[in-house]
């Protein structure tokens, strides 16, 4: 089974600081994605990744950058927190294959920005 | 560019109903499609997935799901609903080519008891 994880489950940070959020899977898949998660929005795209230091804006990449030296991990950075960052944020990594291949979870990381 | 719509943010249904949950989508070449699970506290899990096989899609803990082009529908249905499948429910599509998936906005299922 894929495992994907994410160092923290809960992180409450202060505005303005600098936020590192880590994530880790161990299925050698190419892909890596960061989403986050708002009651009402579903899941919406902050980034991904499709190749070590390879990157590419989703939805909503503002305020946010990415980090991905080794293969396995795929790093979500908030430069300077603010409140409107406080949220639950997924990762996921996915084998590529023409669209069809699932998305694997971590169990996410609940952030409060206060 | 492909986009999914869940009718019902919220779905109540007695325990042993028909549990129906609705995923329309948009995409301008055949899609593949998901229905993913988010139980309390957890990440999401894949129930299923279709990807242009078999229009009827069986996934785990009895769900299914059908795929119909005419209608750009892929509703996700159980024929008796059980305590335990309270949670929350999204739909996702992507397209070939494209390794991004898009979600709808989900849809909470409560079972009464």
């Known amino acids: 089974d894929v495992k994907v994880t994410q160092s923290s489950r809960y992180l409450v940070k202060r505005t303005g600081e600098k936020v590192f959020l880590e994530c880790v899977q161990d299925?050698?898949?190419?892909?890596m994605f960061w989403y986050r998660q708002d009651p009402g929005l579903g899941l919406r795209l902050i980034y991904f990744?499709?190749?070590?230091?390879?990157?590419e804006k989703g939805d909503i990449p503002e305020g946010y950058s990415v980090s991905r030296e080794k293969k396995e991990r795929f790093s979500l950075i908030l430069e300077s927190a603010s409140t409107n960052q406080t949220s639950m944020y997924l990762c996921?990594?996915?084998?590529?294959?023409?669209?069809?291949?699932?998305?694997?979870f971590g169990n996410g990381t609940r952030l409060t920005v206060t | 560019a492909q986009s999914v719509t869940q009718l019902g943010s919220h779905v109540s249904v007695s325990e042993g109903a028909l549990v129906l949950l609705r995923c329309n989508y948009s995409?301008?070449?055949?899609?593949?499609l998901f229905w993913y699970v988010q139980y309390p506290n957890q990440g999401l899990q894949l129930l299923l997935k279709?990807?242009?096989?078999?229009?009827l899609v069986k996934g785990i803990n009895g769900f299914e799901a059908e795929f119909k082009k005419s209608e750009t529908s892929f509703h996700l249905t159980k024929p008796s609903a059980h305590m335990s499948d309270a949670a929350e429910y999204f739909c996702?599509?992507?397209?070939?080519?494209?390794?991004?998936?898009?979600f709808g906005t989900g849809t909470r299922l409560t079972i009464i008891p």
């Open positions: 299925m050698d898949h190419e892909n």
């Open positions: 996702a599509v992507s397209e070939s080519g494209n390794e991004k998936l898009t």
């Open positions: 995409s301008s070449v055949p899609p593949y």
């Open positions: 990744s499709y190749d070590v230091k390879m990157k």
């Open positions: 996921a990594s996915r084998a590529p294959g023409q669209g069809g291949s699932p998305l694997h």
């Open positions: 279709y990807t242009s096989a078999a229009t």
